[in-house]
């Protein structure tokens, strides 16, 4: 545990800089988070342009010379001469009308432009607060303490605009992992920079519950506020709305403003199927975290319960969205069946309902991947661009740009999500994939060699580990990968195909040979994500087998499909007749919306 501690920190280290400064030059502004503005319109830069815009910033009116600029962006990754010419001319293309590099010759590229630096104090100066999950005591089910914490984040994430004196609430994956992994509350709150921590335990009495919370100042350790919260066992739905304006009452100096439209309604706790609507939503919220087929389906069934009993729980709604498309996502349900349900839910949620733009990726990615309608999937992100960081809603953004090979962009939103979020294993993992994606074995390796000494055991480094280490030839490694996977979740489809993969390259053809088998048997009697089944095929050789599997996910709108269509380990198949049809569906869809657009 010391020596993860040890490369924890080292990695909040590398993930938390300083925070870039806001800099002003011509008529272009670069936002901290590298985003880049003309007046009030964006501008797209990849992330090896704004890695060279931000050196020659950096270091404008001197000379950098293309060594400098190559180290900066590459590290000692080998690349082309080219490779840096190529990025300056695109940064000037993307900068135009701008004209702020200047070519010296034989020397390298100087910013000419004249550069206005300041770093924002707002955000710095905002108390940071990590809510840890919620110990439970005996008689409590094991669910209900990390269930209140959460939905005491959301609530709070919901009236952040409404706070006296604001704050900043630090990301759920981040906190969580960190506490389940052994971390004291100041421990946690040390790592993530907080200045104030909440934690507390739920312990079960003769009629009611008792929520214990104590704010801990991650400074000092001073405990600051305890309380203690009762409430009937039979009214459980109340507790986080008493102990959301509690929070709100402390950290905004007594001054309780809230606005916004409640989440729930008020007589939620006199309504006895109301009160078992909210349980249910509780307890399925938390499977949605879950990788075991059964527990995701019990989770499933326990928001459909909560809908059906209170159809104005729109967070109940909401979820059983998500847990949707996670399921689909994970191969626990077809996606034909998780959108027919994502889309009934989201038809019985008024659309001038508080909250209800949460299920807008949701909705986008069944635009784009079940009714191939890329434009109205852009609308649907487009429309949802103000949604903040959570799991849901940033894998379906990511998961979009990589269907779309859209690499760049990919890569850019979990860069920016793993800033707010740096210890979410998901994050970390997937960017490891999305530099896979991108061709870049090198970062992919390291990144998921990271995510695997960071998160050792975790579902989310074995599952992209597996693929991605035994695809650059280490093959009994991720051997070892996906077995670790097997045992965390056994009856889960994908694991069983990573697993095979990594035989056939580990040179084990005739296990990976029965593992095809068996999955090919098991899609007879439902829903096999068939794209991972393709992969298998190519490392043992059998291509048309291969481009079955493929057409297969194709006719099934596999949620993988696009994006295993731009995956290395297919690189065999581009070129056949079959494997370009498939291409072309993306590159039609995509030219439909240049078309419209031009219109």
């Known amino acids: 545990m010391k020596e993860l501690s040890v490369r924890m920190k080292h990695a909040v280290l590398e993930l938390n800089d300083v925070q870039e400064p806001e800099c002003r030059f011509g008529t272009l502004r670069l936002e901290p988070d590298g985003t880049l503005f003309r007046g009030e319109k964006q501008i797209h830069l990849p992330p090896k342009e704004l890695a060279a815009l931000r050196v020659l910033i950096a270091h404008a009116g001197q000379v950098v010379s293309p060594l400098q600029l190559k180290k900066s962006l590459w590290g000692d990754v080998h690349v082309t001469i080219e490779s840096v010419p190529r990025c300056v001319s695109s940064l000037r293309s993307a900068l135009l009308p701008d004209d702020c590099i200047q070519t010296v010759y034989k020397r390298g590229y100087r910013f000419t432009a004249a550069v206005e630096c300041h770093r924002s104090s707002v955000v710095d100066t905002l108390p940071r607060l990590a809510i840890l999950p919620f110990a439970a ?19 709070l994430g919901a009236r952040r605009s409404t706070f006296a004196e ?5 990301a759920r994956d981040s906190v969580f992992t960190l506490a389940q992994n052994g971390r004291t509350a100041r421990q946690v709150g040390q790592a993530l920079h907080a200045d104030l921590v909440l934690t507390g335990t739920l312990r079960a009495m003769p009629s009611h519950y008792r929520l214990r919370v104590e704010m801990i100042r991650v400074v000092d350790d001073a405990q600051l506020w305890i309380e203690d919260f ?87 709604q909401i979820e059983l969205v998500n847990v949707c498309i996670t399921q689909s996502f994970w191969g626990f349900m077809s996606p034909a069946a998780a959108a027919e349900q994502a889309r009934r839910t989201a038809k019985a949620i ?47 953004r990511v998961m979009f740009a990589l269907s779309r090979h859209r690499f760049d962009e990919a890569i850019r939103l979990l860069d920016e999500a793993l800033r707010l979020d740096p210890y979410s294993p998901w994050l970390h993992a997937r960017l490891a994939w999305a530099w896979h994606l991108a061709g870049d074995a090198a970062q992919s390796v390291k990144q998921i060699e990271s995510a695997i000494t960071l998160f050792p055991g975790h579902e989310s480094p074995c599952f992209y580990g ?80 291969a481009i079955a599997e493929l057409l297969c996910a194709e006719e099934a709108r596999c949620p993988w499909f696009f994006q ?28 439909d919306v240049a078309q419209s657009q031009r219109n």
Not at 233 to 257: F, P, Y
Not at 356 to 377: E, S, V
């Open 137 to 155: 005591g005996l008689n409590v089910p094991e669910y209900l303490g990390s269930a209140i914490a959460e939905e005491t984040l959301a609530q």
């Open 166 to 170: 604001p704050f900043v609430i630090l």
């Open 230 to 316: 009762f409430v009937s066992q039979s009214r459980l739905a109340g507790l986080e709305d008493d102990l959301v304006e509690r929070l709100i009452s402390r950290l905004c100096g007594g001054v309780l403003a809230i606005a916004a439209e409640a989440a729930r309604p008020t007589e939620t706790e006199d309504d006895p199927a109301r009160r078992e609507a909210y349980e249910k939503f509780l307890r399925g919220h938390q499977e949605l975290h879950t990788l075991q087929r059964h527990r995701m389906q019990e989770g499933l069934q326990n928001l459909l319960r909560a809908t059906e009993l209170d159809p104005s729980l729109i967070n109940a």
């Open 350 to 396: 008024p659309e001038n309902v508080n909250g209800a733009t949460a299920i807008l990726p949701a909705l986008g990615w069944i635009r784009f991947h079940l009714d191939h309608n890329l434009d109205g999937a852009l609308r649907a992100f487009a429309e949802s661009a103000g949604l903040s960081h959570d799991p849901s809603t940033t894998r379906a």
């Open 466 to 545: 597996a693929m991605i280490l035994a695809h650059n030839g280490h093959g009994e490694r991720a051997v070892k990968c996906a077995e670790g996977l097997i045992k965390i979740s056994p009856y889960w489809d994908l694991a069983t195909a990573i697993h095979g993969y990594a035989l056939a390259c580990a040179g084990r053809g005739s296990e990976a040979e029965a593992i095809v088998e068996r999955l090919q048997w098991i899609s007879r009697e439902r829903y096999v994500a068939s794209t991972f089944t393709a992969a298998i095929c190519v490392a043992l050789g059998d291509l048309d087998g």
């Open 564 to 591: 295993m269509l731009a995956d290395p380990r297919l690189k065999p198949l581009r070129g056949l007749p079959k494997f370009n049809r498939m291409l072309s569906t993306l590159a039609a869809m995509e030219a």
